[in-house]
């Protein structure tokens, strides 16, 4: 927690903060060590970061005067990721690296080698991602919370979705094997296809690739996909 | 498990594997659902990389015949990899990473923001680390194993064995805040220092820099050690 992430709600006026979940307090004890008077920073969802001194901490409220939440967040990366579903374990980190990293589109794909049954996890439940994304925010000091869409079948996806989604980005599809390297320090707008562990079929690539996406790899080596998210994100951008 | 890594005692003549180790039996049955007479890709630690058909597969024990083990394993990455000791999941996991992407020296190194305790973590056992390398290799296709060292000390590592770390290798520091962007694409051997959760102090900054490292940061971003490994990794070669 680099960043403490209030909500709107927890601004009580322009100069006071007071936050009463238990996550967020005990890391404040535990691993901040904070005592009145410390000077942390804070920043609110989807608005400024700025410092706030510390005025009360309690079991169950801390309270922080506000100086200014008026410094904008990390500027973000150009890419909407769409991810084949992870499972669920791998989602959740998936998640946290993705919106670490800078990403604010996020649409998880249902793709052949994606198990149906991950598509019931409890890692889906709205609440739940929003937790993983706040996670995400609070490492790398940002505010603004990705959006994350559903996509439960890949033929309505590519049919539907995709046209609008390609037009005036750039798409790249990465999947081992592919032609071209993975290009570097591009700054135009992309739609980025990461494929299941497994990865796509042949179907699902020649489809994206009929589309007009480009395809990439990363080279010999096969990565995790949550490895594989962070390699692709920092190469490209 | 892209790879079935098998140590050169599994290899009982040229032409067979007997395996019977419960972790690699279990992920064949019940992730690769393998079948007598498939064919998977075997390598041998420190060796070539082929396939191989199984012809047993009991309650204890694989089988292969091996169709010759003699595609090269892919290309180590130029580095040397000195990481601050991470916490114990966090080190299991950055070890994983850091093999899957072909790192083959690793340094484990205290800091002043290392806690103490984790030198004494089970997970620093040789054989746990052992563990955690051949998980990586097994993802990556890869077959030979990084040498890990303990550097238990920042003032005698920094005194007695970075000059010669340095000889023919380029030092860099990644720290948020330093002064160069992480560069893209070098191809040169490079001694990398990745420091522990909350930084290293500016003190071990200064004298890795006074050795003639230079410093790197990845952006406004503060990443958690195992994504920035990962993505220092993609960025740098």
């Not at 709600?9 to 009463?20: G, N, T």
């Not at 904070?34 to 804070?42: C, I, N």
């Not at 410094?71 to 669920?88: F, G, K």
Request: charged share 25%; hydrophobic share 40%.
């Amino acid at each position: 927690m680099n960043l403490i992430l209030l909500t709107p709600e927890e601004i009580r006026d322009e100069r006071l903060a007071c936050l009463r979940d238990p996550r967020r307090l005990r890391h404040l004890k535990e691993v901040h060590r904070a005592k009145v008077g410390d000077r942390l920073t804070l920043g609110v969802v989807g608005g400024g970061i700025g410092r706030g001194e510390l005025t009360l901490l309690s079991g169950d409220e801390a309270r922080f005067t506000l100086e200014g939440l008026d410094t904008p967040p990390p500027p973000a990366l150009p890419v909407h990721l769409v991810l084949a579903l992870p499972r669920p374990r791998m989602l959740a980190r998936s998640l946290e690296h993705m919106t670490a990293m800078g990403v604010k589109q996020i649409t998880l794909l249902h793709t052949r080698r994606v198990e149906k049954s991950y598509w019931q996890s409890p890692e889906l439940d709205p609440a739940k991602i929003h937790e993983h994304l706040v996670l995400g925010l609070e490492q790398a000091r940002d505010t603004q919370l990705p959006e994350v869409t559903l996509a439960k079948g890949f033929r309505p996806f590519v049919e539907e979705r995709l046209p609008t989604l390609l037009e005036g980005r750039r798409g790249l599809v990465a999947h081992p094997g592919l032609a071209q390297a993975c290009p570097t320090g591009i700054g135009t707008p992309t739609l980025l296809f990461i494929g299941p562990e497994g990865g796509f079929i042949p179907f699902e690539v020649e489809r994206l690739l009929a589309a007009g996406c480009e395809g990439i790899h990363l080279g010999p080596r096969i990565l995790r996909v949550e490895t594989a998210i962070v390699a692709l994100l920092a190469r490209l951008f």
